[in-house]
């Protein structure tokens, strides 16, 4: 499995460069995934779907899909686009170092 | 007595039914049905209506002829489950006690979710063929299609049998061949995924099938609106594509009465389950089958029917105070209906992605390839869902767990 150094640190990474640790993320390591996907800087908004992600993915061992966020999260679908662009799930978890969401099969 | 109540007629209500009718006495157990209709459609075959295959009347059948005697069978609303007295509230106020409920409310489909789908144009240019309605419509507009785009479009998963709408778009090729305009039509498949399916060897044997007949594949489209008036679908990162006819497949959610029920559904209505003893995580006395349970698989009637052997046995376990089996593991098989009288099958689970080989065993029906015998096999299954799969027959050769003795395992680099 590949290893990244993100921010200073090595992280475990799979071939999409999703964290396949999330215990090893922490807020520099969301920092430097958001600048390389072109979000730079991360506002307090971005924040707020970040930590959100972590705590569906804590409580249901997956992320939720974009239509979920955008019905739970208290930010709308429409907004989720213009915070992550193409595709707000996917990215969203990918900078709050959980899996892909699997919602989709 | 037990009082076992099962929430839904369909595939996954009914079959629950009539195995468990058939393992408990009349005095061991009442088992009562509770669906707000009684029209049971074969979903199947609402693919084949656009092009004049089959027509919706004979895909439908009364919901209460489907189950043996001894189950109940109630056609009226349910406004919600108290999951913390062990009750169904019905519409009309009654309640109905249970020890043991089964949800097997299916999906909805929510075309209101998505702006302007349900505008101007609906119904008149923009269609589903999802319901019985929204496929005759769509037949009427087929048949006078003779140039132009068509751009088949799903909105965001989950939806119910993912694969359909890809079959539609081959079968679309295939009719519009026979009618001689194929030429003039521009056929495009708009998906959110980024490939022609999930699962990745199956997402390129598809997409190379979608690339033979000349259907165009837009991937990473997020439908975030449809106007019918102009005649364009627009996604959330605002990519426009242009239609004169769309088929379109809406968001799916579970079923309104979960949503009322305190506790009972995630945030579209679906019911949190274990996946592999199908018991809810809500409720120990609670069970979900079909399409109702939230689960990492295909929402699909194969799933449902393999899904049922093991569902059942749980019911009994539970019942019995035993220790539940543990035994699903996301068996789905699909019939992909691809034109010109010839299917493709794929079967795979939670673990393991469609593999091209034979189902079920080395001799059987080739895997991940088209073939005339698998069109034969597509067909022939609207005869066994009626008299084999609804009553709870076991269909020889084909069990729950998924087989691998036909397969051809890829080898690890």
Known sequence: ?105 | MHQIVILGGGTGGTLTANRLRRVYGWDEARITVVDQDDAHVYQPGLLFVPFGLTHPEDIVRPRGRQLRPGIEYRTTGVDHVATERHEVVLGDGATLPYDVLVVATGSVLAPEETEGLTGPGWMERVFTFYTPEGAAGLEAALAGFDHGRLVVNVVEMPIKCPVAPLEFCFLADWFLRQRGVRDAVELTYVTPLDGAFTKPVAAARLGGMLAERGIELVTEFNTGEVDGAAGRLVSYDEREIAFDLAVVIPAHNGAPCIGRSPGLGDALGFVPTDQHTLQSTVAPEVFAVGDAASLPISKAGSVTHFEGEVLVENVQRYLAGKPLDASYDGHANCFIETGFHKAMLIDFNYEVEPLPGHFPAEVGLPLMKESHLNHLGKLMFQWVYWHSLLPGRDIPGIHSAMPTAGKKQPVDA
Not at chain 1, 7 to 26: I, K, M, R
Not at chain 1, 44 to 64: D, I, L, N, Q, S
């Open chain 1, 1 to 105: 499995m590949p290893v990244d150094t993100i921010a200073g640190t090595p992280v475990d990474v799979n071939e999409e460069g999703f964290l396949t640790d999330p215990s090893q993320w922490n807020d520099d390591i969301a920092v430097e995934l958001a600048r390389r996907e072109g979000i730079d800087p991360m506002t307090e908004r971005h924040w707020e779907v970040v930590r959100f992600m972590r705590a569906e993915y804590e409580a249901k061992g997956t992320g939720p899909t974009v239509r979920v966020l955008g019905k739970t999260s208290g930010v709308s679908v429409k907004e989720l686009y213009l915070l992550f662009p193409k595709g707000p799930a996917k990215l969203a978890a990918k900078i709050a170092g959980i899996p892909k969401p699997r919602g989709c099969i």
